[in-house]
Protein backbone atom coordinates (compact mmCIF):
# COMPACT_ATOMS: atom_id res chain seq x y z
CA UNK A 1 0.00 0.00 0.00
CA UNK A 2 1.40 3.26 -0.80
CA UNK A 3 1.86 6.17 1.70
CA UNK A 4 -1.12 8.28 2.71
CA UNK A 5 -3.36 5.87 1.09
CA UNK A 6 -6.91 6.43 1.53
CA UNK A 7 -9.57 3.69 1.60
CA UNK A 8 -13.20 4.26 2.08
CA UNK A 9 -15.31 0.96 2.76
CA UNK A 10 -18.89 0.07 3.96
CA UNK A 11 -17.59 -2.75 6.47
CA UNK A 12 -15.63 -2.38 10.09
CA UNK A 13 -14.89 -5.79 10.08
CA UNK A 14 -11.57 -5.36 8.17
CA UNK A 15 -10.53 -2.81 11.30
CA UNK A 16 -9.54 -6.16 12.73
CA UNK A 17 -6.89 -6.93 10.27
CA UNK A 18 -5.67 -2.85 10.23
CA UNK A 19 -5.46 -3.54 14.56
CA UNK A 20 -3.74 -6.99 14.27
CA UNK A 21 -0.38 -6.98 15.97
CA UNK A 22 -0.33 -3.20 16.30
CA UNK A 23 -1.02 -1.06 18.91
CA UNK A 24 -4.17 0.74 18.87
CA UNK A 25 -5.73 3.68 20.81
CA UNK A 26 -9.94 4.23 21.22
CA UNK A 27 -12.45 5.67 23.41
CA UNK A 28 -14.76 4.23 25.98
CA UNK A 29 -17.31 4.49 23.89
CA UNK A 30 -16.14 3.05 20.65
CA UNK A 31 -14.02 0.20 22.73
CA UNK A 32 -17.76 -0.46 24.00
CA UNK A 33 -19.58 -1.00 20.91
CA UNK A 34 -16.95 -2.22 18.20
CA UNK A 35 -14.60 -4.57 21.37
CA UNK A 36 -13.97 -7.10 18.69
CA UNK A 37 -12.36 -5.89 16.22
CA UNK A 38 -9.70 -4.96 18.75
CA UNK A 39 -8.89 -8.77 19.95
CA UNK A 40 -5.63 -9.73 18.05
CA UNK A 41 -3.88 -5.83 18.67
CA UNK A 42 -0.35 -5.83 20.31
CA UNK A 43 -2.25 -3.84 22.98
CA UNK A 44 -5.28 -1.02 23.09
CA UNK A 45 -5.19 1.99 25.00
CA UNK A 46 -8.30 3.36 25.95
CA UNK A 47 -9.42 6.72 26.84
CA UNK A 48 -12.57 8.26 28.69
CA UNK A 49 -13.88 9.80 25.68
CA UNK A 50 -15.26 13.60 24.79
CA UNK A 51 -12.66 16.90 24.18
CA UNK A 52 -11.63 17.18 28.03
CA UNK A 53 -9.23 13.83 27.34
CA UNK A 54 -7.21 16.51 24.92
CA UNK A 55 -4.61 17.20 27.58
CA UNK A 56 -0.66 16.23 27.80
CA UNK A 57 -1.66 13.75 30.71
CA UNK A 58 -3.49 11.89 28.41
CA UNK A 59 -0.90 11.97 25.87
CA UNK A 60 1.32 10.82 28.89
CA UNK A 61 -0.82 7.96 29.52
CA UNK A 62 -0.98 6.79 25.97
CA UNK A 63 3.04 7.54 25.57
CA UNK A 64 3.70 5.07 28.34
CA UNK A 65 1.62 2.77 27.33
CA UNK A 66 3.39 2.66 24.24
CA UNK A 67 6.83 2.27 25.87
CA UNK A 68 5.23 -0.60 27.81
CA UNK A 69 4.19 -2.35 25.12
CA UNK A 70 7.70 -1.88 23.72
CA UNK A 71 6.77 -0.26 20.53
CA UNK A 72 10.31 0.57 18.13
CA UNK A 73 11.03 3.14 15.84
CA UNK A 74 9.11 0.66 13.21
CA UNK A 75 5.65 0.44 15.56
CA UNK A 76 2.77 1.42 14.14
CA UNK A 77 -0.09 2.82 16.18
CA UNK A 78 -3.58 2.78 14.64
CA UNK A 79 -6.21 5.44 15.73
CA UNK A 80 -9.96 4.34 15.93
CA UNK A 81 -12.54 6.72 16.89
CA UNK A 82 -13.19 10.24 16.30
CA UNK A 83 -11.63 13.36 15.95
CA UNK A 84 -9.98 13.71 20.06
CA UNK A 85 -8.12 9.94 19.51
CA UNK A 86 -7.08 10.93 15.95
CA UNK A 87 -5.64 14.02 17.43
CA UNK A 88 -3.87 12.61 20.29
CA UNK A 89 -3.03 9.13 18.35
CA UNK A 90 -1.16 11.33 15.87
CA UNK A 91 0.09 13.62 18.82
CA UNK A 92 2.03 10.88 20.59
CA UNK A 93 3.30 9.35 17.70
CA UNK A 94 4.78 12.57 16.17
CA UNK A 95 7.18 12.55 19.46
CA UNK A 96 7.68 9.07 20.62
CA UNK A 97 10.70 7.79 19.98
CA UNK A 98 11.02 11.40 17.73
CA UNK A 99 8.45 10.05 15.35
CA UNK A 100 7.29 6.93 14.68
CA UNK A 101 4.09 6.33 11.78
CA UNK A 102 0.11 6.11 12.69
CA UNK A 103 -3.13 4.93 10.35
CA UNK A 104 -6.09 6.47 11.32
CA UNK A 105 -9.54 5.19 11.25
CA UNK A 106 -12.08 7.87 12.08
CA UNK A 107 -15.09 6.60 13.85
CA UNK A 108 -17.55 9.80 13.68
CA UNK A 109 -18.53 11.63 9.82
CA UNK A 110 -17.20 14.69 11.49
CA UNK A 111 -13.26 12.91 11.54
CA UNK A 112 -13.55 11.07 8.46
CA UNK A 113 -14.40 14.42 6.63
CA UNK A 114 -12.25 17.38 8.49
CA UNK A 115 -9.72 15.81 10.75
CA UNK A 116 -8.36 12.41 9.21
CA UNK A 117 -6.41 13.63 6.96
CA UNK A 118 -4.06 16.96 6.37
CA UNK A 119 -1.93 16.05 9.63
CA UNK A 120 -2.80 18.10 12.15
CA UNK A 121 -2.25 16.69 15.61
CA UNK A 122 -1.95 17.71 19.38
CA UNK A 123 -3.96 18.52 22.52
CA UNK A 124 -5.37 21.44 24.44
CA UNK A 125 -3.82 23.12 26.94
CA UNK A 126 -6.06 24.41 29.79
CA UNK A 127 -8.60 26.21 27.87
CA UNK A 128 -6.70 26.60 24.90
CA UNK A 129 -7.69 24.57 21.72
CA UNK A 130 -4.90 22.46 20.18
CA UNK A 131 -2.05 24.72 21.39
CA UNK A 132 0.26 21.78 21.15
CA UNK A 133 0.61 19.85 18.72
CA UNK A 134 2.72 18.95 15.55
CA UNK A 135 2.17 18.19 11.61
CA UNK A 136 2.04 14.76 11.68
CA UNK A 137 0.10 12.98 8.84
CA UNK A 138 -1.11 9.97 8.82
CA UNK A 139 0.64 6.77 6.81
CA UNK A 140 -2.99 5.34 5.80
CA UNK A 141 -6.23 6.86 6.34
CA UNK A 142 -9.01 3.61 6.58
CA UNK A 143 -12.52 5.28 6.39
CA UNK A 144 -15.58 2.41 7.52
CA UNK A 145 -19.03 3.95 6.97
CA UNK A 146 -21.12 1.49 8.58
CA UNK A 147 -19.24 2.89 12.36
CA UNK A 148 -21.60 6.61 11.62
CA UNK A 149 -24.50 3.85 11.87
CA UNK A 150 -23.94 4.09 16.03
CA UNK A 151 -23.17 7.64 16.17
CA UNK A 152 -25.96 10.00 18.36
CA UNK A 153 -28.05 12.47 15.72
CA UNK A 154 -25.74 15.78 17.48
CA UNK A 155 -22.27 13.85 16.39
CA UNK A 156 -23.68 13.34 12.66
CA UNK A 157 -25.18 16.85 12.08
CA UNK A 158 -21.77 17.89 13.61
CA UNK A 159 -20.32 16.39 10.45
CA UNK A 160 -22.51 17.72 8.06
CA UNK A 161 -21.61 21.39 8.71
CA UNK A 162 -18.06 20.66 7.96
CA UNK A 163 -19.48 18.63 4.41
CA UNK A 164 -21.69 21.22 3.94
CA UNK A 165 -18.85 24.14 4.63
CA UNK A 166 -16.71 21.89 2.14
CA UNK A 167 -19.76 21.30 -1.00
CA UNK A 168 -19.15 25.00 -0.90
CA UNK A 169 -15.74 24.91 -1.89
CA UNK A 170 -15.81 22.44 -3.95
CA UNK A 171 -18.27 21.69 -7.39
CA UNK A 172 -17.48 17.84 -6.59
CA UNK A 173 -18.25 17.69 -2.98
CA UNK A 174 -21.56 19.89 -3.70
CA UNK A 175 -22.19 17.20 -6.12
CA UNK A 176 -22.19 14.19 -3.69
CA UNK A 177 -24.06 16.52 -1.28
CA UNK A 178 -26.66 16.95 -3.54
CA UNK A 179 -27.72 13.22 -4.17
CA UNK A 180 -27.71 12.72 -0.77
CA UNK A 181 -31.51 12.24 0.03
CA UNK A 182 -33.82 15.37 1.61
CA UNK A 183 -34.08 13.40 5.47
CA UNK A 184 -30.34 11.80 6.41
CA UNK A 185 -29.97 10.24 9.75
CA UNK A 186 -27.09 7.96 10.80
CA UNK A 187 -28.08 5.19 8.14
CA UNK A 188 -27.98 7.30 5.31
CA UNK A 189 -25.23 6.18 2.95
CA UNK A 190 -22.43 9.10 3.43
CA UNK A 191 -19.32 7.31 1.25
CA UNK A 192 -19.70 9.19 -1.95
CA UNK A 193 -19.93 13.01 0.59
CA UNK A 194 -17.07 11.52 2.75
CA UNK A 195 -15.08 10.33 -0.92
CA UNK A 196 -15.20 13.79 -2.23
CA UNK A 197 -14.76 15.99 1.19
CA UNK A 198 -11.75 14.03 1.81
CA UNK A 199 -10.51 13.85 -1.69
CA UNK A 200 -10.85 17.59 -1.49
CA UNK A 201 -9.01 18.30 1.35
CA UNK A 202 -6.32 15.86 0.66
CA UNK A 203 -5.57 18.43 -2.49
CA UNK A 204 -5.53 21.43 -0.70
CA UNK A 205 -3.98 20.05 2.45
CA UNK A 206 -0.99 18.75 0.33
CA UNK A 207 -0.41 21.64 -1.76
CA UNK A 208 0.08 23.80 1.52
CA UNK A 209 0.99 21.81 4.57
CA UNK A 210 1.73 24.00 7.14
CA UNK A 211 -1.19 26.40 6.11
CA UNK A 212 0.28 29.87 4.70
CA UNK A 213 -1.95 29.80 1.69
CA UNK A 214 -4.41 27.93 0.34
CA UNK A 215 -5.54 25.71 3.27
CA UNK A 216 -7.18 29.09 4.93
CA UNK A 217 -9.83 28.69 2.45
CA UNK A 218 -10.62 25.37 4.70
CA UNK A 219 -11.90 27.99 7.20
CA UNK A 220 -15.38 29.20 5.41
CA UNK A 221 -17.55 29.73 8.41
CA UNK A 222 -15.09 29.24 11.10
CA UNK A 223 -14.09 33.02 12.31
CA UNK A 224 -17.71 33.59 13.15
CA UNK A 225 -18.08 29.85 14.67
CA UNK A 226 -15.62 30.07 16.92
CA UNK A 227 -16.45 33.62 18.40
CA UNK A 228 -19.83 32.12 18.91
CA UNK A 229 -18.77 28.72 19.99
CA UNK A 230 -16.32 30.56 22.53
CA UNK A 231 -19.30 33.05 24.01
CA UNK A 232 -21.79 30.13 23.99
CA UNK A 233 -19.58 27.96 25.86
CA UNK A 234 -19.32 25.15 23.69
CA UNK A 235 -22.58 23.88 24.33
CA UNK A 236 -23.33 22.65 20.90
CA UNK A 237 -21.42 20.67 18.46
CA UNK A 238 -18.72 22.32 16.28
CA UNK A 239 -20.72 22.00 12.86
CA UNK A 240 -23.38 23.37 14.14
CA UNK A 241 -21.79 26.77 15.13
CA UNK A 242 -19.74 26.50 11.80
CA UNK A 243 -23.30 26.12 9.73
CA UNK A 244 -24.33 29.30 12.20
CA UNK A 245 -20.35 30.51 10.77
CA UNK A 246 -21.70 30.21 7.25
CA UNK A 247 -24.44 31.94 7.56
CA UNK A 248 -23.49 34.82 9.32
CA UNK A 249 -20.06 35.45 7.25
CA UNK A 250 -22.28 34.94 3.90
CA UNK A 251 -24.41 37.57 5.26
CA UNK A 252 -21.91 40.13 6.11
CA UNK A 253 -20.54 39.41 2.19
CA UNK A 254 -23.55 40.01 0.58
CA UNK A 255 -24.72 43.27 2.52
CA UNK A 256 -21.20 44.62 1.82
CA UNK A 257 -21.58 43.86 -2.07
CA UNK A 258 -18.48 40.93 -2.02
CA UNK A 259 -20.78 38.34 -2.79
CA UNK A 260 -24.39 37.94 -4.71
CA UNK A 261 -27.52 38.56 -2.37
CA UNK A 262 -29.01 34.87 -4.18
CA UNK A 263 -25.45 33.22 -3.42
CA UNK A 264 -26.14 33.88 0.45
CA UNK A 265 -29.87 32.78 0.12
CA UNK A 266 -28.71 29.37 -1.43
CA UNK A 267 -26.06 29.26 1.37
CA UNK A 268 -28.82 30.71 4.31
CA UNK A 269 -31.05 27.74 3.03
CA UNK A 270 -28.59 24.34 2.93
CA UNK A 271 -27.44 25.84 6.64
CA UNK A 272 -30.72 26.23 7.73
CA UNK A 273 -31.86 22.08 6.37
CA UNK A 274 -29.15 20.93 8.92
CA UNK A 275 -29.99 23.04 11.42
CA UNK A 276 -32.98 24.40 11.53
CA UNK A 277 -34.25 28.06 12.49
CA UNK A 278 -33.35 28.29 16.19
CA UNK A 279 -29.78 28.05 14.90
CA UNK A 280 -29.99 31.34 12.75
CA UNK A 281 -31.79 33.08 15.82
CA UNK A 282 -27.95 31.57 18.24
CA UNK A 283 -26.05 33.59 16.03
CA UNK A 284 -28.24 36.56 15.24
CA UNK A 285 -29.62 37.43 18.41
CA UNK A 286 -28.01 35.83 21.05
CA UNK A 287 -24.66 37.78 21.26
CA UNK A 288 -23.83 41.46 20.22
CA UNK A 289 -22.22 42.18 16.95
CA UNK A 290 -19.06 43.80 19.34
CA UNK A 291 -19.33 40.89 21.76
CA UNK A 292 -18.27 38.64 18.55
CA UNK A 293 -15.79 40.92 16.86
CA UNK A 294 -14.27 41.26 20.26
CA UNK A 295 -13.71 37.41 20.64
CA UNK A 296 -13.07 37.30 16.49
CA UNK A 297 -10.02 39.41 17.03
CA UNK A 298 -8.10 36.56 19.00
CA UNK A 299 -8.37 34.64 16.06
CA UNK A 300 -5.17 32.50 15.21
CA UNK A 301 -5.98 33.38 10.99
CA UNK A 302 -5.81 37.22 12.04
CA UNK A 303 -2.86 39.23 10.40
CA UNK A 304 -1.88 42.94 11.24
CA UNK A 305 -4.69 43.35 13.83
CA UNK A 306 -7.46 42.41 11.55
CA UNK A 307 -10.15 40.11 11.76
CA UNK A 308 -9.55 37.00 8.34
CA UNK A 309 -12.53 36.24 6.46
CA UNK A 310 -12.88 33.60 3.61
CA UNK A 311 -15.60 34.36 1.11
CA UNK A 312 -16.79 31.66 -1.41
CA UNK A 313 -18.75 32.02 -4.41
CA UNK A 314 -19.43 29.82 -7.15
CA UNK A 315 -16.29 27.54 -5.70
CA UNK A 316 -13.64 30.22 -5.90
CA UNK A 317 -12.31 31.92 -2.20
CA UNK A 318 -10.96 34.44 -1.46
CA UNK A 319 -9.33 35.85 1.65
CA UNK A 320 -10.70 39.61 3.24
CA UNK A 321 -9.58 41.75 6.26
CA UNK A 322 -11.80 43.72 8.24
CA UNK A 323 -10.67 45.82 11.30
CA UNK A 324 -13.00 45.36 14.53
CA UNK A 325 -15.46 48.17 13.53
CA UNK A 326 -15.70 47.37 9.35
CA UNK A 327 -16.62 43.90 11.17
CA UNK A 328 -18.81 45.00 13.68
CA UNK A 329 -20.61 47.25 11.21
CA UNK A 330 -21.03 44.56 8.70
CA UNK A 331 -22.74 42.23 10.95
CA UNK A 332 -25.08 44.87 12.37
CA UNK A 333 -26.10 45.36 8.35
CA UNK A 334 -26.67 41.65 8.42
CA UNK A 335 -28.64 41.41 11.49
CA UNK A 336 -30.88 44.44 10.28
CA UNK A 337 -31.67 42.22 6.95
CA UNK A 338 -35.36 41.46 6.91
P1 LIG B 1 -15.16 14.36 16.89
O1 LIG B 1 -16.59 14.79 16.90
O2 LIG B 1 -14.18 15.48 16.77
O3 LIG B 1 -14.86 13.28 15.97
P2 LIG B 1 -14.82 12.86 19.44
O4 LIG B 1 -13.59 12.07 19.23
O5 LIG B 1 -14.97 13.55 20.75
O6 LIG B 1 -14.94 14.00 18.42
O7 LIG B 1 -16.09 11.91 19.21
C1 LIG B 1 -17.35 12.37 19.54
C2 LIG B 1 -18.11 11.39 20.40
O8 LIG B 1 -18.61 10.31 19.60
C3 LIG B 1 -17.31 10.75 21.52
O9 LIG B 1 -18.13 10.66 22.66
C4 LIG B 1 -17.00 9.36 20.98
O10 LIG B 1 -16.82 8.44 22.01
C5 LIG B 1 -18.21 9.06 20.17
N1 LIG B 1 -18.02 8.14 19.03
C6 LIG B 1 -16.99 8.09 18.18
N2 LIG B 1 -17.22 7.22 17.19
C7 LIG B 1 -18.44 6.68 17.44
C8 LIG B 1 -19.25 5.72 16.76
N3 LIG B 1 -18.86 5.17 15.62
N4 LIG B 1 -20.45 5.43 17.31
C9 LIG B 1 -20.87 6.03 18.45
N5 LIG B 1 -20.17 6.95 19.11
C10 LIG B 1 -18.96 7.27 18.61
ZN1 LIG C 1 -14.14 23.05 11.74
Aim: one cysteine or more; proline letters at 1%.
Amino acid sequence: MNNGEITIEKNTASVADIVRGRFAVTDKNVYALYKPLFKDALGVCVLDSGEQSKTLATAEKILLQMAGNSLDRKSVAVAVGGGVVGDLTGFCASVYMRGIDFVNVPTTLLAAVDSSVGGKTGVNLDRLKNLVGAFHKPKHVHIRTDFFATLPERELICGLGEAYKTALLDRGCMKAWNALPEKTDSFTDFSAVVEACVRFKKSVTDSDYRESGKRKILNLGHTVAHAIEYLDGYERSHGEYVLMGLIAESGMAAVSGKIRRDTYESIRRGCLSIIGESGERKVRFGFSSSQISNVAMHDKKNSGGRISLIISEDFCQREYLLDKYEFTKEMEMWKSLL
